[in-house]
C-alpha cells in the first residue's frame, strides 16, 4: 500500500492502478460520511479499504433550488470565504422576498445537496425557497414556489437544479406544476417519500419514474437494503443513501444531526446533477436523467418484497470523473 501525502490532502492508493486512482488530486471521502462514500463507488462498504476518492469541483456556476422549509443561511456548512453560499428568498406561504428555517429540514438537505462538509456539490449555490411550516403546507405554496424559481431562472440564466424532498396525497396541480417547470427546461429532482407504498399515489413523486422526466428517488441504507419506509415502484428512478445521514440542522450555525428517509436520499442525486451541470451546460431535464440513470450501478440494493413490479434496482454513482 503506498500513501501519498501532501499540503492538503492524505490519499491512499491500493492494490493494482484503476480510475479511482487517478483521483489523486482530490480529496478522499470523510469516513464518517457514509452517504458520499456510497454514491462514489458499487463496491460494498464493508468490503472496500481504502475509501474511493470523490472529485470537488474548484468553482461551479450551478444554482440549487431547495423547495422546503427554509434555509438557516449562516450555518457553517455554508460559508465560503466568510460569505455563505446560501440564500433564503422566497416564502410561498407569506409571499416575503425572505425566509427562514423553523424546522430544520430545509436545512439538513440543503447540506446534503452542496454543504462544505457533508454535500455531494460543495462549490453550488443554494436557493431556499420556503413553502413549509410547521411540517403543513398547500397545493397553492408548491405552485407558488416553482412559479417564483421559474421566473427567477429565466432572469439569472444559471443553470439550475430543483430539489423536492416534499410532497403530499394525489394533487394534479401539483404535478403539473412541476410538469411546466420541465417543459422550461428546469431539471426537478423529486423525494419519493415515506409511506412504504407505491410513489404513483404521492404528488409530486408521480411525475417521475415512467410518468415524466423528474427524476424521483428512493432510500436505503448502509447494508444496502431499501429504506423500510421508501416509497417505491415504476414512479422512481433511482436510490441514493437515506437512512443515517448526517448534515446541517437548526437552530444554530455548528449544530448536525443524523436524519433518515427519502428527503435525505433526493438531495444526493440533486448534487450529482448540478455537478454534472456545471462541466455539461444546457442538458435536458430528459438527458440529466438519463445520465443518471445510466451511471447508476444496477442490482446492489435489496428492493422490499411489497414493493410493485418495476422498481428500479439502481444506486446512484458519481464515478471518480463527471
Not at 22 to 34: L, T
Not at 100 to 120: L, P
Not at 153 to 177: C, F, P, Q, Y
Request: proline fraction near 6%; charge should be neutral.
Amino acid at each position: 500500500m503506498k500513501r501519498i501525502e501532501d499540503d492538503s490532502e492524505t490519499i491512499v492508493l491500493a492494490g493494482r492502478p484503476t480510475e479511482k486512482d487517478k483521483c489523486r488530486h482530490y480529496r478522499p471521502a470523510k469516513p464518517d460520511n457514509w452517504g458520499i462514500r456510497r454514491i462514489t463507488c458499487p463496491d460494498p462498504i464493508p468490503d472496500l479499504n481504502p475509501w474511493p476518492c470523490y472529485r470537488y469541483e474548484l468553482e461551479m456556476d450551478v444554482d440549487i433550488y431547495i423547495v422546503d422549509s427554509g434555509i438557516l443561511t449562516t450555518h457553517e456548512e455554508f460559508d465560503e470565504g466568510g460569505k455563505s453560499r446560501a440564500q433564503c428568498l422566497f416564502d410561498a406561504i407569506t409571499k416575503a422576498a425572505t425566509c427562514v428555517d423553523e424546522h430544520g429540514h430545509g436545512t439538513h438537505v440543503a447540506g446534503i445537496a452542496a454543504g462544505k462538509i457533508y454535500g455531494v456539490a460543495k462549490k453550488a449555490s443554494i436557493i431556499g425557497v420556503k413553502m413549509i411550516r410547521r411540517r403543513r403546507s398547500r397545493p397553492s405554496y408548491y405552485t407558488a414556489a416553482l412559479d417564483w424559481i421559474e421566473d427567477r431562472v429565466k432572469a439569472e440564466k444559471r443553470s439550475s437544479v430543483i430539489n423536492m424532498s416534499v410532497g403530499r396525497g394525489k394533487n394534479l396541480a401539483i404535478e403539473d406544476a412541476v410538469k411546466a417547470i420541465l417543459k422550461m427546461n428546469i431539471p426537478v429532482v423529486i423525494a419519493a417519500h415515506n409511506q412504504g407504498a407505491d410513489a404513483c399515489t404521492r404528488s409530486p413523486p408521480a411525475v417521475g419514474g415512467v410518468r415524466g422526466d423528474a427524476i424521483t428517488v428512493m432510500a436505503s441504507d448502509i447494508d444496502d437494503d431499501m429504506y423500510v419506509l421508501s416509497n417505491c415502484g415504476t414512479c422512481t428512478d433511482i436510490i441514493a443513501p437515506g437512512v443515517g445521514i448526517k448534515s446541517a440542522v437548526t437552530p444554530g450555525n455548528t449544530d448536525y444531526d443524523v436524519w433518515k428517509g427519502t428527503s435525505m436520499a433526493a438531495p444526493y442525486v440533486s448534487g450529482l446533477v448540478a455537478r454534472y451541470l456545471a462541466q455539461n451546460k444546457g442538458k435536458t431535464p430528459a438527458e440529466l436523467k438519463a445520465w443518471v440513470t445510466g451511471q447508476a450501478a444496477p442490482g446492489l440494493i435489496t428492493i422490499r418484497a411489497n414493493c410493485p413490479a418495476g422498481t428500479p434496482n439502481l444506486l446512484a454513482q458519481s464515478g471518480c470523473y463527471l
